[in-house]
């Protein structure tokens, strides 16, 4: 099948781009922090409290699909931190891709306050958290999504991460020990 490329999802602080960064270095592959793609409209949108619509994410999704798109057609593995909140958004960022591997990092509205009221240098408000939970549709079996509880240890989550891929994404271990 190929190298995995797997897109790191979930709500607003839920650490997309803590597990993205250490599940790409152990994959020993790239890694695209999806927020640095957001158009300065959906950034300033987001800084003033304003929930993207579907039409706001439309550009920043396509761009994302696009480096997965790539990924693929080169037989590479890739990383990406992506909220992905709707099955309709991680259809897009599959594609026509076999290889692609979700990775859903859960967590309930209170621990997800928690860290975003203590984070710093992000555009994204702890305002929008309720509208992020709104959108969210949870990935279901279907998917080749992995879920796990935010309140593992990031270098927990990775390593059943790479177990996950290692086991071509095998449905028996997607939701041991993860659920939050």
């Not at 607003?12 to 270095?25: D, E, N, P, W």
Request: proline residues 4%; hydrophobic residues 45%; glycine residues 10%.
């Amino acid at each position: 099948m190929g190298p995995p490329i797997v897109v790191v999802m979930g709500v607003c602080g839920c650490g997309k781009s803590s597990v993205g960064r250490g599940l790409a270095q152990a994959l020993g592959c790239a890694f695209i922090e999806g927020d640095a793609h957001h158009p300065e409209a959906n950034i300033a949108k987001m800084s003033a409290g304003v929930p993207l619509t579907d039409a706001d994410r439309e550009g920043w999704l396509a761009v994302l699909a696009g480096f997965i798109a790539d990924a693929d057609r080169r037989s590479e593995a890739l990383v990406v931190a992506c909220s992905a909140l709707k099955r309709r958004y991680r259809d897009q960022l599959r594609g026509d891709s076999a290889r692609v591997r979700f990775l859903h990092l859960d967590g309930t509205k209170a621990v997800i306050a928690d860290r975003m009221a203590a984070r710093t240098a992000h555009f994204m408000p702890t305002a929008l958290i309720d509208s992020q939970f709104a959108d969210l549709e949870a990935p279901g079996p279907e998917e080749n999504a992995l879920t796990r509880s935010i309140l593992l240890p990031v270098d927990q989550i990775v390593a059943d991460a790479c177990g996950y891929l290692t086991n071509n994404g095998k449905a028996a271990t997607a939701t041991a020990g993860g659920n939050a």
